[in-house]
């Protein structure tokens, strides 16, 4: 398994490869500060590795919300400079909870450059299964909002039956915790007029989706120290 400890190996095409962006776009983003420098090896080629690819598929979300080249530029300035790999990711992952619920008809070609990556039959199959594509008579109908998080889930070592146990787990947390905060706060406008109903949610919204978020992520990373710090050592019981 890569880790963000491990060297850069990447050339720069083959990071562009991997990325769907072209060489001269990474060059680019490299003179605007956007991605850090590549690690320069033998004969001074440059290698790069999983923070630059975290970093690209950042900017693509970003890119894909909305936002300008400058204001990519001035998200990524307020970020720390030694975000791991894993990190970007999160960060990524915060930023995709707030597409829209978009389904669009899209050639495979086209399902392949949002997914981020090659799709063989079987992933083709397996996005399906999860809900996140549908067979058109031109194409596929994909759900944008969720297409780089089913992508994503395709590299993850888990049976589709653990994925869509807990997607299920998730569903009815997230609509348990849902439920009880809008109880919690009609109770607390239940006697003010529409308008301040109306400020404090689109004040609360925002908010709220980012308490979940983070203390759900301080929740998980918590729970999988203890697992991976457990008696065993080794994230499991020893096998007997």
Do not use: C, N
Not at 35 to 45: A, E, Q, S
Not at 107 to 122: D, I, M, N, S, W
Not at 205 to 222: D, G, I, M, N, Y
Request: net charge negative; no cysteine.
């Amino acid at each position: 398994m890569t880790t963000d400890a491990e060297e850069p190996t990447l050339t720069i095409d083959e990071l562009a490869a991997r990325t769907g962006v072209t060489v001269r776009t990474v060059r680019f983003y490299g003179t605007k500060g956007l991605l850090p420098p590549p690690v320069l090896g033998p004969r001074r080629v440059g290698h790069y590795g999983r923070e630059h690819l975290a970093r690209l598929a950042l900017i693509e979300e970003l890119q894909q919300q909305g936002m300008t080249l400058a204001g990519i530029e001035r998200y990524l300035r307020q970020l720390p400079p030694d975000l791991s790999a894993h990190d970007l990711a999160i960060h990524r992952a915060v930023v995709a909870s707030w597409a829209p619920e978009t389904v669009e008809t899209v050639t495979r070609a086209e399902l392949e450059r949002r997914a981020g990556r090659p799709l063989g039959e079987e992933d083709v199959e397996r996005l399906v299964a999860m809900g996140v594509v549908r067979p058109a008579d031109d194409g596929y109908q994909a759900d944008l909002g969720l297409l780089r998080l089913g992508a994503g889930l395709l590299d993850v070592p888990l049976s589709q039956e653990a994925i869509f146990a807990a997607r299920k787990v998730l569903i009815e947390h997230a609509h348990a915790a849902a439920r009880e905060l809008s109880q919690l706060f009609r109770g607390e406008v239940a006697e003010r007029d529409a308008q301040d109903v109306r400020s404090l949610s689109a004040h609360m919204h925002p908010l709220v989706v980012q308490a979940l978020l983070t203390a759900f992520q301080r929740s998980l990373k918590e729970e999988l120290g203890e697992w991976l710090t457990g008696p065993s050592g080794s994230g499991g019981s020893a096998a007997g």
